[in-house]
């Protein structure tokens, strides 16, 4: 008898208004469905889901949501939830002071106190589909806002548990994600660092604050975008522009993703397009992020023009403030082996390069910061009878033309037409150098 009621709509209509006033009651705010269909009494569809913030905003809207939880989950104090799926989604978090718009529902979720004794549903979750999702974090209190849009998400978890703080995913594929940062000056107010004469937020979360564990053995991204856009009082760059960057056609694969406590961590091979220009055919890593510092070990990336192997890292004191002053605040660690660096990659970052047309074979390790970049032990050929080993110093960048060059020799030995087309405002400068020849320990300003 009862399975035949659960089946009537009068039946199901009176089940979800007992289902969204218990949200709604113990939530605070507004939670409504259109239309609901249960199925074997532990499948739940529902049309139309509308969730408020307490400012009476849109948090959620869902045309479609589907989860599979406990048997007669209505009747026990309680439920599981297994499943989830959404399609035609938009998600909105929003905060202009230090608290979230979905802080409600964190509290909700967490562990209750002994002292409740309120129906709860809690989550083992095992598997998750997502189609046409958007989610907008807008973040007015640090000056940040995101962006995440997707065509299907498809999630198979080994375990998923919030109250280990635990998120051990076995496979996850993304298909055309388009993911943005929007950057501009905030309201969180911001304090001096006195060594460094910069400034620094007041209220500086460090990452991975609360003590998340994210496992992934498997990630695919398919044709993602990723954008990342900054205030700035001048036109956009046609050439690389720290303060428009727009990677599209990222695809491939991350393997072995590890989240423990501040560390990031992961096998990467991906290829991927700016929109200056500039493409990787394929980059293969060895990926950590840590406090202050992305590292690449065991790097091979390819691009139409060259091919860099070995190690690179970018260091950095704040992540986000020192990433929006790339040029002068990153500092850039190099070590590379039998690798090759065409002026037409260059270029794409250093446009007064773009008719230059030269290979040039590197091996040695570089440091600094792009606008203070220096070399030891570095090795240059160029052309067939071009050939540089020594000390390199160059303070400038990325303006070529106003770059001030310092090297000190192990060795150095270039035909006239090789100079010229490396220094073709200073031929005479060429000329003498060919003519002289430079020994071990000669110096050279350029």
Partial sequence: MTAI???????????????????SKDLGTKVAVKHVNFALFNKMNLEGVYIEDRGKDTLLYAGKVMVNITD?????DQAELRYIGLEDATIYLHRSDSVWNYQFLADYFASPSSSQSKKQITFSLKEIALKHIRLKQRDEWRGQDLELALRQLALKADEINFTKKLLNIHTLVVDEPVFT??????RRPRIAVSSTGNTKDIEETPFNAEGWKLLINELTLNNGVFRNNKEVKRKVYDYFDASRIHFYAINGSIQKVALIKDTLSAYISLSTKERSGFTVKSLTSKFRMQPGAMIFDSLNIRTPYSHLTRFYAMRYDDFNDDMNDFISRVKLEGRFTNSTLHSKDIAFFAPALRNWNRQIRIDGDIKGTIDHLNARDFTIESGKDSYLNGDIQMTGLPDIDSTYINFKTNDLHASYTDMVKWFPDR???????????FGAGSAMTV
């Fill in 72 to 76: 007669w989950f209505f009747f026990k």
């Fill in 5 to 23: 009621l659960i089946n009537t709509t009068p039946v199901q209509n009176w089940l979800v208004k007992t289902v969204t006033h218990r949200l």
């Fill in 181 to 186: 940062i929007d950057d501009y000056a905030g």
């Fill in 427 to 437: 031929r005479g400068l060429a000329a003498g150098l060919t003519a002289a020849g």
